[in-house]
């Protein structure tokens, strides 16, 4: 079973539209949880942690963590070309584990 | 601030040739990583290391080593190079204080084994 897992893409939106991303972990001794994003050919950058339960919101963008159903979701509201990308959800442990990514295009 | 300093930026090699990838910090972050990605693919982590003079192995270990002499340095040496270790290579780190923070990546080397 793979420890990281995410809604396999590619995800199409129109732009305004809200984009929802979703990852499940198999380790409930994960602490704490990261979304990367990774433009073609680029290094992943941060754009949100998370490590409690509950939603915490940056900008545009909404990560939501429920440690009980093992699970973290990434919600980027009106969606712009700028987001086109691929999202990475990672969940540290002693390590930090990487999903497969998700890939996300915005549609003007 | 130069950050995550990665070199070579690209490098084709030949099937059993050896190269070493530089990876180097500038922000005395004490946690370094090795990732590889392969196309379509998450990260998948080759080594870390928690310290100058400590390194340990990830989930793909296989084909490669590493040292950490310093804080500022963790290269990754491949020493004979296969096809399947074509992809891209992603050096990282993070702050002393914990493995739970965010990473730092550098720019990535993008290796190709023919």
């Known amino acids: 079973q793979k420890e990281v897992e995410q809604n396999s893409g590619p995800l199409s939106v129109p732009e305004g539209a809200i984009a929802s991303l979703n990852c499940t972990y198999s380790?409930?001794?994960?602490?704490?949880f990261f979304w990367y994003r990774q433009y073609s050919g680029k290094s992943p950058e941060l754009i949100m942690f998370?490590?409690?339960?509950g939603d915490k919101e940056d900008g545009r963008f909404t990560a939501q963590l429920n440690k009980a159903s093992q699970y973290v979701s990434l919600l980027i509201r009106d969606s712009q070309p700028s987001d086109s990308a691929t999202y990475l959800c990672?969940?540290?442990?002693?390590?930090?584990?990487f999903g497969a990514g998700t890939t996300v295009t915005v549609r003007a | 601030n130069a950050g995550v300093t990665q070199t070579p930026k690209f490098r084709i090699l030949k099937i059993g040739q050896s190269m070493t990838l530089q990876c180097t910090q500038d922000?005395?972050?004490?946690?370094m990583y090795w990732y590889r990605q392969d196309p379509g693919m998450g990260l998948k982590l080759i080594y870390y290391?928690?310290?100058?003079?400590?390194?340990d192995k990830g989930e793909v270990p296989n084909g490669y080593n590493v040292s950490r002499s310093t804080t500022e340095d963790f290269p990754l040496r491949l020493e004979l190079a296969a096809p399947s270790q074509t992809s891209v290579y992603f050096c990282?780190?993070?702050?002393?204080?914990?493995?739970?923070?965010?990473?730092?990546f550098g720019n990535g080397t993008r290796l190709t084994v023919t």
């Open positions: 922000m005395n972050h004490n946690y």
């Open positions: 380790d409930r001794g994960s602490q704490s």
């Open positions: 990672a969940v540290a442990e002693v390590k930090l584990s």
């Open positions: 990282a780190s993070n702050p002393a204080s914990s493995y739970n923070s965010p990473l730092h």
């Open positions: 290391s928690v310290g100058a003079g400590i390194t």
């Open positions: 998370i490590y409690s339960n």
